[in-house]
C-alpha cells in the first residue's frame, strides 16, 4: 500500500529545484540546490580548484596577520617564514581530505552532514556554522570597503565619514550578492583572472619592498619563542579552518573518478602560494612599520608604504580578492540556509547574509574600537566552531563511501539517516562536547575558558584540541546505522536512473 506524505513530512527531494533543460553547471546562473550533481554534469576538473583557493586567501588581512607574528608574538623573518609555509598545509590540507567528500556525495558540505548528525541533529553544527558565516562575511566586507575608502582618499582626496562608509559598504556587498548569486561558473571565472592579476601585481610589490627595505633590520630582529611559532601557526591555520565545511560545495562537479591526492594538492598549492608570501611581506612590512598590527583601519597602510601608482591597482586588485572571498562564503552559506529548511533559491537565500553583514559591519566600522582585535577574536572562535565539525565528519569519512542521494534530501522519517528522533546520537555528543572542550583551551579579548592558561590554550591550539576530541569521541562510539542499507540512490540523469525508470515499481 503507498501512503501520501503530508505537507509536513514532504521530503526535499519532491520539491522541484529546478526547471533548467540545460545541465545546470552550464548556465549563466547556477539553480542547482542541495540535490546531487548527476555525473553527466560532473564537467569540472581538479586544476580548477587552485585559483579557487588562490581566491580564497586574496586578502590584505594576511598582510595585517603577518605584521601581528613581529609585532605580537616576537617572531623573527625565518620564524615567520616557518609559520607561513606550515599553515596553510596544515589547514588547507584539511579542506582538501574533506573537500573528498563533494565528489563522493554530490551535494554541499552541509547536506552530506545529515548522513552523519542526522536530519534533525545535523540542525544545530549547522546553524552554528551559519551565524559563524555572519561573522567572517562581516570581517570582509569591512576590509573591502576599507580598501574602496583608500582608493577614494589616495586618488581624490575624498575622506572617510560615516555616509560614505554605508555607501561603499553597500556597493561591497552589492558586488558580492551578484558574484555569490550567479554560482560557480562565476565563481570559477573570476578566481581564474584574479589569480592572474592579484599575483602580476604581488610580484610588483614584493620587488618594490625588497628594494626599498631595511634589510639588516630585519635580519637583526631576535628570534621569539618556539611557543610563539607553534601560536603562529594557530593563528594563520585558523583562517583555512575555517574553509573546511565548505570544501565539498566546491568539489561536486568533479567526477567520481577525480584523483583525491591531486585534489588535497591542489588545495593546498593555491593556498599556500598566496598566504606565504603575503604573510611575509606583512612581516617585513611591520619593521619598519611596528603601528601596522594595531592599525584600526587594516587597509590605509598599503597607501602610506607604497607608491600611489603601486598602492592603488593593488588595492583595486586586491578588492576583487575580498569580493571574491565574500562570495565563497555566501555561496556557501546560501545552501547552508536551505540545509536549515529556509526553502528559498540558493541565490535568494545568499540575500540573508548580506543583509547581516551589511549591519554588523557598519558596526565593526563606527562602533568598535579595534579591528585586529575583533578579527583575531572572532577567528579563534570561528575555528573552534568549525573543528567540532571538522573532527566529526572527518571520522565518518574514513568508513564511508558512498551516500544515499534519496535519504539525503529526505527530511521526514521515511529517510535513511533519520536514525532515532532524526538525530544521530552519537555525533551530536562527540560534537557537543568536543565544542565545549574546545571553548575551554580558548582566549580571547572578552572571554577566557578555564583551561586558557595551559599550553594549548597559551599557543592558540584551542581549534586543534577541539577536532582531535571530536574525531576521538566519535571514533570509539557505537555508530548507528542508517535505517535502510546507505547505498548510493541513482540520481536524475545518470545510466542508472534511466535503467531503474524501465523497471516498474511494484505497489502493495
Known sequence: MSASATPEAQPESAIPQNQSALPQNESAMETRGLEPVPDNE??????????????????VLLLTMGAGLVVFNGLNFWQVLIVAAVAPIVSYGIVGLISIAGKRGGSPGMTLSRAVFGQRGNLFPGSLIWIARWGWETINAVTGAYAILTVLDLVFGIKSNTALIIVTLLVFVALTFLIS??????????????????????????????????????????????????AGIGMIGAGGISWVPSAPDFTRYLPRTASAPKMVGSTIGGAGIVVLPMVLMGAVMAVGTPDLANAQDPV??????????????????????????????MYSAGFTAQTLGIKVPRHWAVSVNAVISLVFGFL?????????????????????????????FGIDMLTRKAYDAKALLDTSRTSAYWYKGGFAWQAMT?????????????????????LSDTWPGQNGLGWAVTIVVAGALYAVLPRTKPTTPAVEAP??????????????????
Open 42 to 59: 560532473r564537467t569540472g576538473r581538479i586544476r580548477e580548484l587552485f585559483p579557487t583557493w588562490v581566491a580564497a586567501n586574496i586578502s
Open 181 to 230: 548569486g550567479l554560482g560557480i561558473n562565476a565563481l570559477r571565472v573570476c578566481s581564474k583572472w584574479s589569480t592572474y592579476l592579484f599575483g602580476a601585481f604581488s610580484v610588483l610589490v614584493l620587488v618594490y619592498l625588497i628594494a626599498n627595505t631595511d634589510w639588516s633590520a630585519v635580519f637583526d630582529k631576535p628570534a621569539g619563542s618556539a611557543a610563539m611559532v607553534i
Open 300 to 329: 590605509s597602510f598599503i597607501g602610506a608604504l607604497l607608491p600611489t601608482w603601486i598602492a592603488v591597482p593593488y588595492l583595486l586588485i586586491a578588492l576583487v580578492g575580498m569580493l571574491l572571498i565574500n562570495s565563497m562564503s
Open 364 to 392: 565593526l566600522m563606527v562602533v568598535a574600537t579595534s579591528f585586529i582585535g575583533s578579527f583575531i577574536s572572532f577567528l579563534t572562535l570561528l575555528a573552534v566552531a568549525f573543528s567540532a565539525w571538522i573532527g566529526v
Open 430 to 450: 562527540a560534537w557537543g562536547v568536543a565544542l565545549l572542550t574546545g571553548l575551554a583551551f580558548t582566549k580571547v579579548d572578552w572571554f577566557a575558558g578555564p
Open 491 to 508: 540520481v536524475e540523469g545518470t545510466v542508472e536512473a534511466v535503467e531503474e525508470e524501465r523497471v516498474p515499481a511494484l505497489s502493495i
